[in-house]
């Protein structure tokens, strides 16, 4: 069995803040993959399905960010699982907006949410990054990443939400590198081949230059007599 854990704040207010793009990658996955109703338990919000051949649950902790552990830490007890069990999705401040990265173990960066769950499940677990941006300083980022997603965020964020429930079997399989091309193919799909190049320009036409003057064979003293003439 997989834990598939989304990071975010509960409640209607904190739902489309970048903070919990964790939570909406959860919600899609669920949704286009037929999980079961979420449930309230190990103070989180639950949902059970499969992805592939494996038996997942799909779990939101309700606790608020900072104290995210507890509700993981809960439920690896309850269904005697490793921290190599569990992948996290979460915010991630060192990535520009619409990158993913997959990462295996590591340190917290900071991010209250895995500071939480490294005193609860220490630093194995693996990781996928979302990447939302970085403010440019320090004294920002609370309020940046508490704040809801642009409008002009709209689209690379509803194309990582899709390359991520596209990639979710890959991901609960272990194969990061199909899960990266799921999620690729929806945030920098291929050019078709097949798309016409465009044309190139006409060469220009030659400039036209004048007729030479025709040779002067006529001898010094017939030119004399012209010139008189």
Request: a positive charge; glycine letters at 12%; aromatic letters at 6%.
């Amino acid at each position: 069995m997989k834990l598939l854990v989304g990071l975010g704040n509960p409640g209607g207010k904190y739902e489309r803040n970048r903070h919990n793009i964790g939570f909406m990658a959860l919600d899609r996955i669920a949704s286009d993959h037929g999980f079961g109703p979420w449930k309230a338990k190990f103070q989180a919000e639950i949902s059970e399905g499969r992805l592939g051949s494996e038996k997942v649950l799909l779990l939101k902790p309700q606790t608020f960010m900072n104290l995210s552990g507890q509700s993981v830490g809960e439920a690896m007890r309850f269904y005697k699982l490793s921290p190599k069990d569990v992948i996290v999705l979460h915010d991630e401040l060192d990535l520009a907006p619409g990158k993913v990265r997959v990462k295996q173990g590591g340190g917290h960066a900071g991010h209250n949410g895995l500071r939480s769950l490294h005193s609860h499940l220490g630093d194995t677990y693996g990781r996928v990054r979302l990447g939302i941006g970085h403010p440019g300083r320090k004294e920002l980022v609370s309020a940046y990443v508490l704040h809801d997603f642009a409008k002009a965020d709209e689209d690379w964020l509803e194309n990582v939400l899709r390359g991520i429930s596209d990639g979710a079997a890959h991901l609960a399989a272990g194969d990061g590198g199909k899960f990266m091309n799921a999620v690729s193919l929806r945030t920098a799909p291929p050019r078709s081949s097949t798309t016409p190049k465009p044309a190139k320009p006409a060469p220009k036409a030659p400039k036209a230059e004048p007729d030479p003057a025709p040779a002067d064979d006529r001898n010094a003293f017939q030119k004399l007599v012209d010139k008189f003439k």
